[in-house]
């Protein structure tokens, strides 16, 4: 049992920060000197990694599409690479252009910066919504409170009407998405390629078909040890596409070290997620990563997840027949996407990894 709990009555602490539908900027509007308790995280045993430990990679994805396949054939043995042994890489020259993303960084930041009146008609932590804001989508279910708030939508397949989404960045996000979009499909040829799978195999299974972008806000914290921006997680649905700005925090667990994912301008940040792992019977890695709390801010980041967790489907998801040998069995059963992402969003990020509850 935590030992704080006899101490302080955590749920109806939890409802009263809920109930302000301010979120964590909020508290820091209001003049919060010192974390409140709901907060405070515990300390895990990893140490963070010294500089230059280890190389974060970095894909440069100029040419992919040229005549020329060699250096197609070299981006794929480095996505290869990099999604066994990190699970994370940064891409470059991706095609989304730097004003998209810069405008993208803006319209997030404005819509949790405007009138608090206005941003919360979208407070809601009801699960059928497809715009949704709040602050830790696992408010009562995690151990510890993240320090940060979160806008969020579901873009693909149906995207909302525009009127759905607020005024302040619906252009933005709709833009920004329609890049996400052809980006993950350039991405999941090649992941499927560096499988030995062929090029249209992966967005076949409609791996690319969901898209949902969580807009993230980290305001800056007054005692960043005691909290995190986000609790060691790895991450729901097939792909996530992280766009950062330039504050950093966003840290890898790479040989039981963390590892920090370097704020590149114009990058992106491409990871890994559990359903992939699942789907590639473990050849690709969805890797533990956490934000840290900052004493600047605010951070804003936006990931996208490919995903259909949103969509009724009794499609059933195991890893891919064609990468199975005597050798190499199925190490986890089959599931559909909805069952495995009510049991991610029950579970909440609690630092464990969901993935165990489908091993075999
Ligand atoms: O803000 C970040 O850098 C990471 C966010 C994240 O890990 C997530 O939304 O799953
Ligand atoms: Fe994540």
């Given at each position: 049992m935590d030992t704080n709990e006899s101490k302080y009555d955590r749920k109806s602490e939890l409802k009263a920060f809920d109930d302000t539908k301010s979120g964590v900027k909020g508290l820091v509007d209001a003049g919060v000197s010192k974390v409140p308790q709901i907060f405070i995280s515990p300390q895990d045993t990893y140490s963070n990694s010294t500089t230059g430990q280890f190389i974060f990679p970095v894909i440069d994805l100029q040419d992919i599409d040229s005549h020329d396949q060699i250096n197609r054939k070299e981006v794929i043995e480095k996505v290869r690479d990099a999604s066994e042994t990190w699970g994370f890489f940064q891409v470059i020259n991706h095609g989304v252009p730097y004003d998209v993303l810069e405008e993208m960084i803006?319209?997030?930041?404005?819509?949790?910066?405007?009138?608090?009146?206005?941003?919360?008609?979208?407070?809601t932590r009801e699960f059928t919504k497809r715009v949704v804001y709040n602050s830790n989508f696992d408010l009562y279910s995690a151990p510890a409170t993240n320090w940060r708030d979160t806008f969020f939508c579901i873009m693909a397949p149906n995207p909302p009407s525009p009127e759905e989404l607020p005024p302040i960045c619906r252009d933005i996000i709709v833009k920004y998405s329609e890049e996400v979009k052809k980006l993950g499909r350039s991405l999941f040829e090649l992941l499927a390629e560096a499988l030995g799978l062929n090029r249209n195999y992966l967005n076949d299974m409609d791996c690319d078909k969901g898209l949902s972008v969580s807009c993230h806000y980290y305001p800056a914290c007054p005692e960043p040890k005691l909290t995190l921006g986000a609790s060691k997680h790895a991450d729901d649905g097939f792909l996530t596409l992280l766009l950062q700005d330039h504050i950093g925090g966003l840290q890898v667990l790479h040989r039981n070290h963390w590892v920090d994912v370097p704020p590149t301008p114009g990058a992106l940040v491409v990871n890994i997620a559990d359903l992939l792992q699942l789907i590639t019977n473990d050849k690709f890695k969805s890797v533990e990563h956490r934000v840290l709390a900052n004493r600047v801010g605010p951070r804003i980041s936006i990931a996208c997840f490919f995903s259909t967790f949103f969509l009724a489907s009794s499609r059933l998801y195991g890893p891919i027949k064609e990468l199975l040998s005597e050798e190499n069995p199925s190490k986890y059963r089959e599931t559909t996407i909805q069952e495995y992402s009510a049991y991610f969003t029950a579970k909440g990020l609690d630092g464990t990894s969901a993935l165990q509850h489908f091993r075999l």
């Open positions: 803006r319209g997030v930041c404005s819509f949790h910066e405007q009138d608090n009146d206005i941003k919360k008609q979208w407070y």
